[in-house]
C-alpha cells in the first residue's frame, strides 16, 4: 500500500471526519475516498456488535493471522 503524507490542515479536517469522505481534485474529479479509522470498539453500532457476537458464537473453525498468511503463501507458491 503506498502511504501519502498530508500538510497539517487536511490531517485535521481528515481527523474530524465522523463519515466516509470524497477527495475530489481542484477540476472536481474523483480521486478516492477516506474512511476514518474507529478508534475503539465503543465507537461500534449495536448492529456491529451484534455482529461480531453472532460471528463468535458461530460453530467452526477459527484461524489465527499467522496461519492464515501461510495457507495464501502455500497457494501462491503452487499457484
Known amino acids: 500500500m503506498t502511504t501519502i503524507s498530508v500538510p497539517q490542515t487536511i490531517a485535521e479536517a481528515l481527523s474530524k471526519a465522523t463519515?466516509?469522505?470524497?477527495?475530489?481534485?481542484?477540476?472536481?474529479k474523483l480521486l478516492g475516498s477516506f474512511s476514518p479509522l474507529k478508534a475503539?470498539?465503543?465507537?461500534?453500532?449495536p448492529e456491529e456488535l451484534a455482529e461480531l457476537k453472532r460471528r463468535m458464537l458461530a460453530p467452526g473453525p477459527r484461524y489465527t493471522t499467522q496461519q492464515v498468511l501461510e495457507h495464501l503463501d502455500s497457494r501462491e507458491k503452487r499457484g
Open 19 to 28: 463519515g466516509p469522505i470524497r477527495l475530489v481534485d481542484e477540476q472536481g
Open 40 to 45: 475503539v470498539s465503543n465507537d461500534l453500532t
